[in-house]
């Protein structure tokens, strides 16, 4: 260097001795100038590819390692890339190894003049080596010119130049004239390649390919090879799954044969590093030996690889060398994790000795083995049937919670969370919560959020589960998050059974009693007493006023969040107990001047909450909430989710549902009648004697009507009286005739005109015209039945539905297509929310109006769409849709405004319900009154073809398909009958957290003679009763 590069070492030099770092910059500024002025004269001609072609070798090489080194400084370094190209182009090793470098660290994939030098790095990667016999001084060395290609090929990674390159990579990789060197290169820099374009190579065609490559005798080509496997592989497993017999092969003659060069000896062990990669490639194949008969299967690979990982797990020992100690407990850990990667599949002997195996390591005294011990316990552990033995060790594993190393504690807390069930919970918890008293500040957050899970998911009584989670506030209240102590709040108002809401607000009272508690105990204890202190009030010493008392006294010592929750427990307490209100008055009428908003907000609704509404109003404003809503995964759960990762064996752990959260999921179920329509009422036995319906069939009561039910031919009035979805269209219709201030709809043609003369500056506002309105019903009652459709169309305008329901909740996409030939502005959807439909609204920006701001809307090009979603679950039985309106203005100056309504009705979440003839009679005549039946009689259109077998075809289909009742075959004595069951779902949940839902039967009966169709309904619900009726009378109306 010192003879090749005196200047280099010079500026070395100086930089190292400068004294400052503005020294340093000034050195580095001056030295920069001197080289750009040297590539770059002023009366020197530069080459065609830039480059100064005055400069010597030498020179050209000392001003490229400058650069270098300067940019490895941190240095922005912005120019001299055509001479580093330059160096990469020449036929000099020297010279081309500097280039490399220099273009591996100045230069990116993304540069526009890497496509320059493209062909220079395929040439330096294909050409053959040269013979050993014809090598001349100064000839390029190959071998060596292809791994630097490769080494910059991979540092550089431009999605271009991988492009551009990667097949001649793979070519040399697959080369039989390729030496082991360039061979481990290529291995490796595919293996960069394809981390960045994950897609480059095609398993199924290569695979052979690393087969044979896999036959290599070079363990440092195997190595090499096995990580560009392992890469692959976790992108498209089962396209390598072919080569799994090559790596238990090669596994074999490392460990059972200890074949291994001299120089991969690694303390005697051979060459671990790839034995734990080999290890790794086979954990993606959990499934590898399900299926295989091992003790017959002797001299296949599976009864090969079971002999390999049994030799590792038994002749692997504590050694005196740490340096060989830890390369055979890295292979030991690898191959227990292949037995986790196996599971129930790996044979039970071989899981036991693991299991003991890592029991003698969580006791020994060195951290790192210990650490590994207890991470892998934790893992083979979660499989089922090696819990039993992971218990074995419970007290080693609770001396490992004091280590002093607080990564082996945290893993051991981990252990104890997998090993933990409803045997052991009590223990393992009061264990953790002794320790919590003494563990430090940086594991109590994961210890406390860890205890209330297994304590919430092994509480055989959920008293103890209360208790223990008063006992974590009590010890670390700092460490106990919103989400534990809402948790809390949730089990104790969804589990009304036995005392335990009456136990949680009596030992509340208590814990909050002293002067003296955590804030986080005010807060549950306010919660808790504000909806269920009345079930302790009639014991001594906690009556309403003693409670209001106890939890006043912390007023002034909490902050204000928990000052809004105790606001709300004495609007209760004053609710309830007369003797509260006056103690409650006071403090509601100094907290409206609070400088807190909630606070100010709550005590001024409270306070004017009895002089604003009745007193019965107030009681409902007032009663303890409703059940919370059970989710899939609980606040806890989400939270260690979010702190562990979903690769944590407590996060999967805790995933999975334990036996006694099973039993109580059993127990809510069975509080639930198998029937759905049973649930509601339990109906009377049918009585014995009574083989036929009460009910007269229809053809007879054309000749003999009742005086109290007149038969068909008496209501041929009935016949033009509209249905409840008609008088909708005819109120819309009705709207059309108002002046446009006072409804938006079309004013009438003549007044249309006038505005149109007078050149008023009002816009003019077009409605739905009086001829569309029929379509508008015929498209509105189809869709009530069908799952897709268009709602409404006109010349500018297309808005089409589609809808799906699953229970109580139902997904609707609204699509509004301009038909027009120009945009459509301002364009506006106001969608109506009842109070019996929860809804989610996401759509176009600015497309909602949602009344709350005055929205300019968004514009809706030509023959594009604004598309609506809706997300929507209904609370309670509902006979009218909720309304659309929609608005927009068109290039000319015209408004228009189109009230319309969603085709959401309640048959759309109905579930069917098969019942046999004897339980659906028996449930019809239990649904008898004027509250719960509704009837009507309906003339089909004189033009029809009549009443046939085909439109009862038709009529039969509308009932299962459209109005998703069941079939109730055999009921009817008569063809000309169809009789269905369902049930209408809601989201609201009872006092006792179960769903609401209403039984719904439904009969129609044909007289062909009279060609007229008698509808009726039967249901616990009046609304149920006559939506139902409603809607299928428009629906078989049109079938017709």
Same mark, same amino acid.
């Given at each position: 260097?010192?003879?090749?590069?005196?200047g280099?070492?010079?500026?070395?030099?100086?930089l190292?001795?400068?004294?400052?770092?503005e020294?340093?910059?000034?050195?580095?500024?001056?030295?920069?100038?001197?080289?750009?002025k040297?590539?770059?004269?002023?009366?020197?001609?530069l080459?065609?590819?830039?480059s100064n072609?005055s400069l010597?070798?030498?020179?050209?090489?000392?001003?490229?390692?400058?650069l270098?080194?300067?940019?490895?400084?941190g240095?922005?370094?912005?120019?001299?890339?055509?001479?580093?190209?330059a160096?990469?182009r020449?036929?000099?090793?020297?010279?081309?190894?500097?280039?490399y470098?220099?273009?591996s660290?100045?230069?990116r994939?993304?540069?526009?003049?890497?496509?320059?030098?493209?062909?220079?790095?395929k040439?330096?990667?294909?050409?053959?080596?040269?013979?050993?016999?014809k090598?001349?001084?100064?000839?390029?060395?190959n071998?060596?010119?292809?791994?630097?290609?490769?080494c910059?090929?991979?540092?550089?990674s431009?999605?271009?130049?991988?492009?551009?390159?990667?097949?001649?990579?793979?070519?040399?990789?697959?080369?039989?004239?390729?030496?082991?060197?360039?061979?481990?290169?290529?291995?490796?820099?595919?293996?960069?390649l394809?981390?960045?374009?994950?897609?480059?190579?095609s398993?199924?065609?290569?695979?052979?390919?690393?087969?044979?490559?896999?036959?290599d005798?070079?363990?440092g080509v195997?190595?090499?090879?096995?990580s560009?496997?392992?890469?692959?592989a976790?992108?498209?497993?089962?396209?390598?799954?072919?080569?799994?017999?090559?790596?238990?092969?090669? &596994?074999?003659?490392l460990?059972?044969?200890?074949?291994?060069?001299?120089?991969?000896?690694?303390?005697?062990?051979?060459?671990?590093?790839?034995q734990?990669k080999?290890?790794?490639f086979?954990?993606q194949y959990?499934?590898?030996?399900?299926?295989?008969?091992?003790g017959?299967?002797a001299?296949g690979?599976v009864?090969?690889l079971?002999?390999?990982?049994?030799?590792?797990?038994?002749?692997?020992d504590?050694?005196?060398?740490i340096?060989?100690?830890?390369?055979?407990?890295?292979?030991?850990?690898?191959?227990?994790?292949?037995?986790?990667?196996?599971?129930?599949?790996?044979?039970?002997?071989?899981?036991e000795?693991?299991?003991?195996?890592?029991g003698k390591?969580?006791?020994?005294?060195?951290?790192n083995?210990?650490?590994?011990g207890?991470?892998t316990?934790?893992?083979?552990?979660?499989?089922?049937? $090696?819990?039993?033995g992971?218990?074995?060790?419970?007290?080693t594993?609770?001396?490992?919670?004091?280590d002093?190393?607080?990564s082996?504690r945290?893993?051991?807390?981990?252990?104890?969370?997998?090993?933990?069930?409803?045997?052991n919970?009590?223990?393992?918890?009061?264990?953790?919560v002794?320790?919590?008293v003494?563990?430090?500040?940086?594991i109590?957050?994961?210890?406390v959020?860890?205890?209330?899970?297994?304590?919430?998911?092994?509480?055989?009584?959920l008293?103890w589960?209360?208790?223990?989670?008063?006992k974590?506030?009590?010890?670390?209240?700092?460490?106990?998050?919103d989400?534990?102590?809402?948790r809390?709040?949730?089990?104790v108002?969804?589990?009304?059974?036995?005392?335990?809401?009456?136990?949680a607000?009596?030992?509340?009272?208590?814990?909050?009693?002293?002067?003296?508690?955590?804030?986080t105990?005010?807060?549950?204890?306010?919660?808790?007493?504000?909806?269920f202190?009345?079930?302790?009030?009639?014991?001594?010493g906690?009556?309403?006023?003693?409670q209001?008392?106890?939890l006043?006294?912390h007023?002034?010592?909490?902050?204000?969040?928990?000052?809004?929750i105790?606001i709300?427990?004495?609007?209760?307490?004053a609710?309830?107990? +007369?003797?509260?209100?006056?103690?409650?008055?006071?403090?509601?009428?100094?907290s409206?001047?609070?400088?807190?908003?909630?606070?100010?907000?709550r005590?001024?609704?409270?306070?004017?909450?009895r002089e604003?509404?009745?007193?019965?109003?107030?009681?409902?404003?007032?009663?303890?909430?409703?059940?919370f809503?059970?989710?899939?995964?609980?606040?806890?759960?989400?939270?260690?989710l979010?702190?562990?990762?979903?690769?944590?064996?407590?996060v999967?752990?805790?995933?999975?549902?334990?036996?006694?959260e099973?039993?109580?999921?059993?127990?809510s179920?069975?509080?639930?009648?198998?029937?759905?329509? !049973?649930e509601?009422?339990?109906?009377?036995?049918i009585?014995?004697?009574?083989?036929?319906p009460?009910?007269?069939?229809?053809? !007879?009561? +054309?000749?003999?009507p009742?005086?109290?039910?007149?038969g068909?031919?008496?209501?041929?009035?009935?016949?033009?009286e509209?249905? !409840?979805e008609?008088?909708?269209?005819?109120?819309?219709?009705?709207?059309?005739?108002q002046?446009?201030?006072?409804?938006?709809?079309?004013p009438p043609?003549?007044?249309k005109?006038?505005?149109v003369?007078?050149g008023?500056?009002?816009?003019?506002?077009?409605?739905?015209?009086?001829?569309?309105?029929?379509?508008?019903?015929?498209?509105?009652?189809?869709?009530?039945?069908?799952?897709?459709?268009?709602?409404?169309?006109?010349?500018?305008?297309?808005?089409?539905?589609?809808h799906?329901?699953?229970?109580?909740?139902?997904?609707i996409s609204?699509?509004?297509?301009?038909l027009?030939s $120009?945009?459509l502005?301002?364009?506006?959807?106001?969608?109506?929310?009842?109070?019996?439909l929860?809804?989610?609204?996401?759509?176009?920006?600015?497309?909602?109006?949602?009344?709350?701001?005055?929205s300019a809307?968004?514009?809706?090009?030509?023959?594009?769409?604004a598309?609506?979603l809706?997300l929507?679950?209904?609370?309670a039985?509902?006979?009218?849709?909720?309304s659309?309106?929609?608005?927009?203005?068109?290039?000319?100056?015209?408004?228009?405004?189109?009230?319309?309504?969603?085709? &959401?009705?309640?048959?759309?979440?109905m579930?069917?319900?098969?019942?046999?003839?004897?339980?659906?009679?028996?449930?019809?005549?239990?649904?008898?009154?004027?509250d719960?039946?509704?009837q009507?009689?309906?003339?089909?259109p004189?033009?029809?073809?009549?009443?046939?077998e085909?439109?009862?075809?038709?009529v039969s289909?509308?009932i299962v398909?459209g109005?998703?009742?069941?079939r109730c075959q055999?009921?009817d004595?008569?063809?000309?009958?169809?009789?269905?069951a369902?049930?209408?779902?809601?989201g609201?949940?009872?006092a006792?957290?179960?769903?609401?839902?209403?039984?719904?039967?439904?009969?129609?009966e044909?007289?062909?003679?009279?060609?007229?169709f008698r509808?009726t309904t039967?249901?616990?619900h009046?609304?149920c009763?006559?939506a139902?009726?409603n809607?299928?009378?428009?629906?078989?109306k049109?079938?017709?």
């Amino acid at each position: 260097m010192s003879t090749q590069a005196r200047g280099l070492n010079n500026f070395i030099s100086d930089l190292r001795n400068a004294k400052s770092k503005e020294e340093e910059s000034n050195r580095v500024e001056v030295e920069l100038a001197k080289i750009r002025k040297k590539f770059n004269p002023g009366d020197a001609k530069l080459a065609a590819d830039g480059s100064n072609p005055s400069l010597s070798s030498y020179q050209r090489k000392k001003y490229v390692w400058k650069l270098v080194y300067i940019h490895v400084l941190g240095y922005d370094v912005d120019f001299g890339h055509a001479e580093v190209l330059a160096l990469v182009r020449s036929k000099k090793y020297n010279e081309k190894s500097v280039g490399y470098v220099a273009l591996s660290l100045l230069l990116r994939g993304s540069d526009p003049v890497m496509g320059t030098i493209v062909s220079t790095m395929k040439k330096d990667l294909t050409t053959a080596p040269l013979a050993s016999g014809k090598k001349k001084k100064g000839a390029v060395k190959n071998d060596a010119v292809q791994c630097l290609t490769l080494c910059s090929l991979a540092n550089i990674s431009g999605l271009e130049l991988i492009q551009a390159m990667h097949v001649e990579v793979q070519h040399v990789l697959v080369s039989k004239n390729s030496t082991e060197q360039v061979k481990k290169k290529s291995a490796l820099c595919l293996l960069r390649l394809t981390r960045t374009s994950p897609n480059l190579v095609s398993g199924r065609e290569f695979a052979p390919h690393i087969g044979e490559l896999l036959q290599d005798k070079h363990l440092g080509v195997l190595t090499s090879l096995m990580s560009l496997l392992n890469g692959l592989a976790s992108q498209h497993a089962t396209d390598y799954e072919s080569l799994i017999p090559h790596v238990v092969h090669i &596994l074999s003659l490392l460990v059972m044969k200890k074949q291994c060069a001299r120089e991969y000896l690694y303390y005697k062990t051979p060459s671990p590093w790839l034995q734990i990669k080999l290890l790794k490639f086979l954990q993606q194949y959990p499934n590898a030996v399900e299926g295989h008969d091992i003790g017959m299967d002797a001299s296949g690979y599976v009864s090969q690889l079971i002999n390999v990982v049994s030799k590792i797990l038994m002749e692997t020992d504590v050694s005196e060398s740490i340096n060989k100690s830890n390369a055979d407990h890295a292979v030991l850990f690898e191959s227990v994790n292949l037995i986790v990667a196996w599971g129930t599949t790996c044979p039970v002997t071989m899981r036991e000795g693991a299991m003991k195996l890592l029991g003698k390591f969580i006791s020994v005294r060195e951290p790192n083995i210990r650490y590994l011990g207890l991470m892998t316990m934790a893992k083979l552990a979660q499989i089922e049937g $090696s819990v039993e033995g992971a218990k074995k060790h419970q007290a080693t594993v609770l001396v490992s919670l004091k280590d002093a190393d607080i990564s082996v504690r945290r893993r051991a807390l981990d252990l104890l969370f997998v090993i933990c069930d409803t045997d052991n919970a009590e223990r393992i918890v009061d264990e953790l919560v002794a320790h919590l008293v003494v563990a430090d500040a940086s594991i109590r957050e994961e210890m406390v959020l860890k205890i209330a899970i297994l304590a919430e998911k092994y509480a055989t009584d959920l008293r103890w589960y209360v208790d223990t989670i008063l006992k974590l506030i009590s010890i670390s209240g700092d460490y106990v998050s919103d989400s534990i102590w809402h948790r809390v709040v949730q089990i104790v108002t969804n589990h009304p059974q036995g005392d335990l809401q009456g136990y949680a607000a009596a030992t509340l009272f208590v814990s909050v009693s002293p002067h003296r508690c955590h804030e986080t105990t005010v807060s549950v204890a306010a919660y808790v007493l504000g909806e269920f202190g009345f079930l302790i009030a009639e014991r001594p010493g906690m009556s309403g006023e003693e409670q209001f008392h106890v939890l006043h006294q912390h007023w002034f010592n909490v902050d204000t969040k928990t000052r809004a929750i105790l606001i709300s427990t004495y609007a209760k307490l004053a609710n309830l107990y +007369e003797e509260c209100r006056p103690l409650v008055a006071p403090i509601f009428a100094r907290s409206k001047n609070s400088s807190d908003v909630e606070v100010q907000q709550r005590c001024a609704e409270y306070a004017s909450m009895r002089e604003a509404f009745s007193p019965e109003a107030v009681e409902d404003l007032l009663r303890e909430m409703p059940p919370f809503e059970d989710k899939r995964r609980s606040a806890l759960e989400l939270r260690l989710l979010e702190t562990e990762g979903e690769d944590s064996a407590a996060v999967t752990k805790a995933s999975m549902p334990s036996e006694v959260e099973q039993q109580r999921a059993l127990q809510s179920a069975q509080m639930l009648s198998n029937s759905p329509i !049973e649930e509601e009422e339990e109906m009377p036995p049918i009585d014995e004697q009574e083989d036929e319906p009460d009910m007269e069939p229809i053809d !007879e009561q +054309e000749d003999e009507p009742d005086e109290d039910e007149p038969g068909m031919e008496e209501e041929d009035e009935q016949e033009d009286e509209p249905d !409840e979805e008609e008088e909708e269209f005819d109120d819309q219709e009705e709207s059309q005739e108002q002046a446009p201030d006072a409804g938006g709809g079309e004013p009438p043609e003549d007044k249309k005109e006038d505005v149109v003369e007078n050149g008023s500056a009002n816009p003019v506002v077009v409605g739905i015209p009086k001829e569309l309105i029929p379509a508008m019903r015929k498209a509105f009652s189809n869709l009530c039945t069908s799952p897709s459709g268009v709602l409404f169309e006109n010349s500018l305008l297309q808005v089409g539905v589609k809808h799906e329901y699953v229970g109580a909740q139902g997904r609707i996409s609204v699509f509004f297509g301009n038909l027009h030939s $120009s945009s459509l502005q301002n364009f506006k959807v106001k969608i109506d929310q009842p109070d019996h439909l929860r809804m989610q609204m996401q759509g176009t920006q600015d497309l909602l109006d949602d009344g709350e701001y005055d929205s300019a809307g968004c514009t809706v090009a030509a023959k594009t769409q604004a598309k609506l979603l809706i997300l929507v679950e209904v609370t309670a039985p509902f006979d009218d849709a909720p309304s659309m309106r929609i608005s927009f203005e068109t290039e000319e100056g015209e408004r228009h405004d189109y009230p319309l309504r969603l085709p &959401l009705v309640a048959t759309c979440f109905m579930e069917p319900v098969n019942l046999d003839p004897g339980a659906f009679m028996q449930r019809w005549k239990s649904l008898e009154g004027p509250d719960r039946e509704c009837q009507e009689v309906m003339k089909i259109p004189p033009n029809s073809s009549g009443i046939d077998e085909a439109y009862m075809d038709r009529v039969s289909k509308i009932i299962v398909d459209g109005l998703k009742f069941g079939r109730c075959q055999g009921v009817d004595p008569t063809p000309w009958t169809v009789s269905g069951a369902a049930t209408f779902r809601t989201g609201a949940q009872d006092a006792n957290g179960n769903n609401i839902n209403v039984g719904c039967l439904v009969r129609v009966e044909a007289n062909p003679k009279a060609n007229a169709f008698r509808i009726t309904t039967r249901t616990l619900h009046p609304l149920c009763s006559k939506a139902i009726k409603n809607v299928s009378l428009v629906s078989i109306k049109l079938a017709a």
